[in-house]
């Protein structure tokens, strides 16, 4: 199948190209960042904000599917909101449209935990009120009603699932839930790490590869089990003090220590502590396999492969 990936060269897109590569994909990454040198695809240089750029790529290659995962992140995307709606949703309307007009018949999205805002229940099902408080979340709920819209209108199969934070052995992308994979990170890199937000701060979380798992399984399922285009999955959701207590235990003489940040730590208080994803579950066999623990085991050695500590 012919695979392209938008935003390629981030922390979700290197990963993506792997699994799909491994699969037998013909795969194009795109991205406006230069190609990875770990992966041997087809790069294109592509700004997802040029509607001409966007329409060419895709008149060129007329991907089957595409996974769009080209955007700013939340805490970069506070410090330039116009580029930020520029890119997450001037961004993903140019996708939509280009995959309407030359035959794509798959768009998978990412979107995101941020997309919701107070008030909040404590397990936070995928229909209620959408009061995100950052540019990005806003631009993501624009993504999801897009998409939706995309499906209803045009019948194009748009499918997204919303991300926890997600953790891996590459630096996150300037997102809130940064604090976590910087925990272990640091800890590992320079024996120490100061988080930006309170003990007590919980949000989703979710290890790379049960992520990817969820991307690739909802890409796979039969249209008809759906009865969504936009679904949660969840993971963990441990505080951010006992996600120090499992670097501290897992990396010993590590000083994990808080200093919370007033405009970090309010995004951090407006997302869900915990997500139901009760309906991936039923209808396309959503099942994390990760826990805290387990992450750690899998994460911490490839983290020390990338890092000989100083
Ligand atoms: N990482 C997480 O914790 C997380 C959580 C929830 C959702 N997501 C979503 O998953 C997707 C991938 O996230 P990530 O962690 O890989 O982010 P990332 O910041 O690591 O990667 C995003 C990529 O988009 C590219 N990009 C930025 N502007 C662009 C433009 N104008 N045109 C084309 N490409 C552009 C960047 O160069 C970067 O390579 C995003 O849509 C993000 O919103 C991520």
Not at 150 to 156: D, I, K, V
Not at 178 to 191: C, F, I, N, T
Request: with cysteine.
């Amino acid at each position: 199948m012919k695979v392209l990936v938008t935003g390629a060269g981030g922390q979700v897109g290197l990963d993506l190209l792997r699994i799909l590569q491994a699969r037998g994909d013909e795969v194009h990454a795109s991205d406006v960042t230069p190609p990875s040198r770990e992966h041997d695809v087809p790069w294109h240089r592509l700004d997802v904000t040029s509607e001409p750029e966007v329409s060419a790529l895709f008149a060129a290659l007329r991907p089957e599917l595409v996974f769009h995962l080209a955007a700013i992140l939340s805490a970069r995307g506070e410090a330039d909101p116009m580029r930020t709606y520029a890119v997450n949703q001037g961004g993903t309307v140019n996708v939509l449209e280009a995959a309407r007009q030359h035959g794509t018949r798959q768009v998978l999205f990412t979107s995101t935990i941020a997309a919701f805002g107070p008030p909040l229940p404590p397990l936070v099902p995928d229909d209620i009120a959408l009061h995100p408080t950052t540019m990005y979340g806003v631009t993501k709920v624009a993504g999801e009603l897009l998409g939706d819209y995309y499906f209803r209108r045009y019948g194009l199969d748009f499918r997204a699932v919303r991300f926890p934070g997600l953790l891996s052995a590459v630096l996150p992308g300037g997102g809130t839930s940064d604090y976590a994979p910087l925990m272990y990170y640091e800890a590992l890199r320079v024996g120490h790490y100061e988080a930006f937000c309170r003990p007590d701060a919980t949000i989703p979380l979710m290890y790379m590869p049960d992520g990817l798992r969820a991307l690739v399984e909802l890409s796979q399922a039969p249209r008809e089990r759906l009865t969504r285009c936009v679904y949660n999955v969840a993971a963990f959701s441990p505080t951010a003090q006992q996600i120090a207590d499992e670097v501290t235990r897992a990396v010993p003489g590590a000083d994990i220590s808080f200093n919370p940040d007033p405009a970090r730590q309010a995004i951090l208080d407006s997302w869900p502590r915990a997500l139901d994803d009760s309906l991936a579950r039923r209808d396309w066999g959503w099942r994390p396999e990760y826990d805290l623990p387990r992450m750690t085991a899998d994460l911490l050695p490839k983290l020390r492969a990338l890092l000989p500590r100083a």
